[in-house]
């Protein structure tokens, strides 16, 4: 008796084929979400350090020529004061808030997995030192720390609290209190250069020049 040859698979190599099947899924899958992963790290990591630089460079321009500041903790304004400008840390999100006018926020608040911390620290006479960092499910993306030179104080900042400072109160805080008064601004009629000589007659020599600025109010201010 002569039998047929029956064409197919037989159960064993149907089992390896899926086996090696799995396998090869396994890793595909794992690298896609890998890549997945690393991309929205590098996407995070980017946001956090614009958004940071952002909140730096606009809190550094509201304070490089403020009159007057005091830090705070845990600090809100509420309805606010004419006159008085407020930069707070609340729920996790940096406000600016105008006098009386309604409050803006300066970091995100769209995204809920995105968290902010303020630090403001008094570091000399006329200088605060801030910090931000941006956060992302309590795991820190990006740090950024700078120092903000106050030239436009009508009394230097103190570290202690003191009746009629412009600084009162704490070393550090998450909150700042400040108010901008702009000096008067006194016109430049003239600015003369003279020198002794208009000859240099040697390879290294110098030329001394002395600049004489009309009105003399004007020697002292900044020129516009």
Same mark, same amino acid.
């Given at each position: 008796m &002569?039998?047929?040859?029956?064409?197919?698979?037989?159960?064993i190599?149907l089992?390896v084929?899926?086996?090696?099947?799995?396998?090869?899924? #396994?890793?595909v899958?794992? $690298?896609?979400?890998?890549i997945?992963?690393?991309?929205? #790290?590098?996407?995070?990591?980017?946001?956090a350090?614009?958004?940071?630089e952002?909140?730096i460079? $606009?809190?550094?321009? %509201?304070?490089?020529?403020?009159?007057?500041?005091s830090? &705070?903790?845990?600090y809100?304004?509420?309805?606010?004061l004419?006159? %008085?400008?407020y =930069?707070?840390?609340?729920?996790n999100? /940096?406000y600016?808030?105008?006098?009386k006018?309604?409050?803006?926020?300066?970091?995100?608040? !769209?995204?809920?997995?995105?968290?902010?911390v303020?630090?403001?620290? =008094? #570091?000399?006479?006329m200088?605060?030192?801030?910090?931000?960092n941006?956060?992302?499910?309590?795991?820190?993306?990006? #740090?950024?720390?700078t120092?903000?030179?106050m030239?436009?104080?009508?009394?230097?900042?103190?570290?202690?609290?003191? !009746?009629?400072t412009?600084?009162?109160g =704490?070393l550090?805080g998450?909150?700042?209190?400040?108010?901008?008064?702009?000096? !008067?601004?006194?016109?430049?009629? !003239?600015?003369?250069?003279?020198?002794?000589?208009?000859? /240099?007659?040697?390879?290294?020599?110098?030329?001394?020049?002395?600049?004489? =600025?009309l009105?003399?109010d004007?020697?002292n201010? $900044?020129?516009?």
């Amino acid at each position: 008796m &002569r039998y047929k040859e029956k064409n197919g698979f037989t159960l064993i190599e149907l089992i390896v084929t899926l086996a090696i099947l799995t396998i090869v899924m #396994s890793v595909v899958v794992s $690298m896609f979400s890998f890549i997945t992963s690393t991309n929205q #790290s590098t996407k995070d990591n980017f946001n956090a350090q614009s958004t940071a630089e952002n909140i730096i460079g $606009m809190i550094k321009a %509201e304070l490089q020529y403020s009159s007057s500041v005091s830090l &705070r903790n845990n600090y809100d304004p509420g309805v606010g004061l004419d006159g %008085e400008n407020y =930069i707070y840390l609340k729920n996790n999100i /940096i406000y600016q808030k105008i006098g009386k006018s309604p409050e803006k926020s300066i970091s995100p608040t !769209s995204l809920n997995d995105i968290s902010c911390v303020l630090s403001l620290t =008094i #570091s000399g006479p006329m200088t605060i030192d801030i910090s931000i960092n941006i956060m992302k499910n309590n795991v820190t993306l990006y #740090s950024l720390k700078t120092s903000i030179y106050m030239n436009n104080l009508t009394v230097a900042v103190t570290t202690s609290a003191q !009746s009629g400072t412009t600084a009162s109160g =704490i070393l550090q805080g998450n909150a700042i209190v400040y108010s901008k008064i702009i000096k !008067s601004i006194i016109s430049v009629s !003239s600015i003369s250069v003279t020198s002794n000589s208009d000859v /240099i007659t040697q390879d290294t020599g110098t030329l001394q020049m002395s600049a004489n =600025i009309l009105p003399t109010d004007a020697a002292n201010k $900044m020129v516009f």
